[in-house]
């Protein structure tokens, strides 16, 4: 007998709450079946909610994930769908590195501002102890 999971047990597995779980499926991330209004996650499911949460770990936005989702093609060896992944992997690092050179450039300006806040206290204190 093939395992499956409710979404409360998804819930706890993945430390979220049933709310964001029902969100993924409206989206059409994933598709329980259902019994009734019970909703029941196969293992299929529990992956794609594991690489959903990977996915935004790694700064992709749910459409992307999606979009990797509709390339699954295990008969031709995935290809298109690594093919895809790998360009996003390159975008995301190019996204992150930029994001890195800004970071050094604001703090190198946060330095700088700061310096000349301290040198402008450091005068106006000498100022107060003249008067």
Sequence with gaps: M???YT???LAKEFDLTTRT????EDEGLLSP?????TRIYSPRDRTQLRLILRGKRLGFSLHECREL????DP???NRQQLELMLNKIAERRRSLEQQRRDI???AEELDHVELR???????????????
């Design 2 to 4: 093939r395992r499956t």
């Design 7 to 9: 979404i409360s047990e």
């Design 21 to 24: 779980i029902r969100f993924y």
């Design 33 to 37: 079946a259902r019994e009734g209004t």
């Design 69 to 72: 989702f509709e390339l699954y």
């Design 75 to 77: 008969e031709r060896g």
């Design 104 to 106: 050094d450039v604001m």
């Design 117 to 131: 806040c301290r040198e402008a206290l450091k005068y106006t204190i000498d100022l107060k102890e003249i008067s």
